[in-house]
């Protein structure tokens, strides 16, 4: 599990929209559900960010998914129990609207994989170019086994995690994660062949 | 954990959200609130649109009921009219047969 980002002062949402006009207004009141409902969207913004851009490849449609989960988080948030709670329906509802978003758009690809612009990752590790090249890879799997792979990767979760996010037995996870991974496995070595 | 799982949690890491995101979520909401609860201003223009369209209907079935009496009362005028010259052609025919036996019988 990442750090929670050290959360600000908060003010109504009104507030908070018209915070550019009088900057010093946005200390002057706090109510409870939108406090609560700032420090979610502050804490989690990267990670719903990152879950979408990772499957969908493409940035202005992330940006949608998570607008729309988090406007659902708004009003789901009183029946939501801890902070953890929040952390797992935030998964699960990007996970379930990347995927109907994916299949949405169907077979009409907007953009090129190879046209895409990388966001800036918080701290890049390892070679940017393997990193680019299976995020590629990754974007040709099937939805279903894309999102297995990015559960597991990105957020670290358990297969058994995974199944209860979504929705699908154990088994059928810890199958997509082995036979997407040898996929990937062999597309790399391909590629690395072609290289070379 | 072999090599490309490690690979790939370093490809997969968490990217920063555009710097938008959140604003365009509160702007969001806040169009959402708007939206979901009318103003008094609207519900006073919706009050006032209702009275004026009642006042219209009232106004057009009376005009309707003011020229159905009118055309009544025509009406009846124009039957006292009729009735009146059938009465006075009734007299003139009645003075003429009048007259007329009366000469008759002179000769």
Same mark, same amino acid.
């Given at each position: 599990?990442?750090?929670?980002v050290?959360?600000?002062?908060?003010?109504?949402?009104?507030?908070l929209?018209?915070?550019?006009a009088?900057?010093?207004?946005?200390t002057?009141?706090?109510?409870?559900?939108?406090? &609560?409902?700032?420090?979610a969207l502050?804490?989690?913004?990267?990670?719903? !960010?990152?879950?979408?851009y /990772? !499957?969908l490849?493409?940035?202005?449609a &992330?940006e949608?998914?998570a607008?729309d989960?988090f406007m659902q988080?708004?009003?789901?948030?009183?029946?939501?129990?801890?902070?953890?709670?929040?952390?797992? %329906?935030? $998964?699960?509802?990007?996970?379930?609207?990347?995927?109907?978003y994916?299949? $949405?758009r169907?077979?009409?690809s907007?953009i090129a994989?190879?046209?895409t612009r990388?966001?800036?990752?918080?701290q890049?590790r390892?070679?940017?170019?393997?990193?680019r *090249?299976l995020?590629?890879?990754l974007?040709t799997?099937?939805?279903?086994?894309?999102m297995?792979?990015?559960? $597991?990767?990105?957020?670290?979760?358990?297969?058994?995690?995974?199944?209860?996010?979504l929705?699908?037995p154990? *088994?059928?996870?810890?199958?997509?994660? /082995?036979?997407s991974?040898?996929?990937?496995?062999?597309?790399?070595?391909?590629?690395?062949?072609?290289?070379? | 954990?072999?090599?490309?799982? +490690?690979?790939?949690?370093?490809?997969?890491?968490?990217?920063? +959200?555009?710097?938008?995101?959140?604003?365009?979520?509160f &702007?969001?909401?806040? *169009?959402a *609130?708007?939206?979901?609860?009318?103003?008094? !201003?609207?519900? %006073?223009?919706f009050?006032?649109?209702?009275?004026?369209?009642?006042?219209?209907?009232?106004?057009?079935? %009376?005009?309707? /009921?003011?020229r159905?009496?009118?055309?009544r009362?025509?009406?009846e005028?124009?039957?006292? $009219?009729?009735?009146?010259?059938?009465?006075?052609?009734?007299t003139e025919l009645?003075?003429?047969?009048?007259?007329?036996?009366t000469?008759?019988?002179?000769?």
């Amino acid at each position: 599990m990442r750090p929670a980002v050290p959360v600000a002062p908060y003010c109504s949402l009104e507030m908070l929209t018209e915070a550019k006009a009088e900057p010093q207004a946005k200390t002057a009141c706090k109510p409870v559900s939108e406090i &609560a409902f700032a420090e979610a969207l502050r804490a989690n913004q990267s990670m719903v !960010f990152s879950l979408a851009y /990772h !499957f969908l490849r493409d940035r202005g449609a &992330a940006e949608e998914v998570a607008q729309d989960v988090f406007m659902q988080l708004y009003r789901k948030l009183d029946e939501l129990a801890s902070p953890r709670h929040v952390v797992f %329906w935030l $998964r699960k509802t990007t996970s379930h609207r990347c995927i109907d978003y994916a299949r $949405r758009r169907g077979a009409q690809s907007t953009i090129a994989l190879e046209e895409t612009r990388e966001p800036s990752a918080a701290q890049q590790r390892g070679d940017p170019l393997l990193n680019r *090249r299976l995020r590629q890879l990754l974007a040709t799997l099937a939805e279903k086994p894309r999102m297995v792979m990015i559960l $597991r990767y990105q957020e670290d979760l358990t297969p058994d995690e995974i199944a209860e996010l979504l929705e699908m037995p154990v *088994r059928t996870v810890k199958s997509h994660l /082995h036979r997407s991974l040898a996929i990937l496995r062999e597309k790399i070595e391909r590629s690395i062949g072609d290289i070379r | 954990m072999d090599d490309l799982e +490690q690979q790939l949690r370093n490809a997969l890491a968490h990217v920063e +959200q555009p710097p938008t995101l959140e604003a365009k979520v509160f &702007a969001a909401l806040a *169009r959402a *609130r708007s939206t979901s609860r009318p103003s008094r !201003f609207v519900f %006073w223009r919706f009050e006032a649109a209702a009275v004026a369209a009642m006042l219209l209907l009232a106004a057009v079935s %009376w005009a309707g /009921h003011e020229r159905e009496i009118r055309e009544r009362a025509a009406g009846e005028a124009a039957k006292a $009219r009729l009735q009146l010259a059938l009465k006075i052609t009734v007299t003139e025919l009645s003075k003429i047969q009048q007259t007329v036996r009366t000469s008759s019988e002179q000769e």
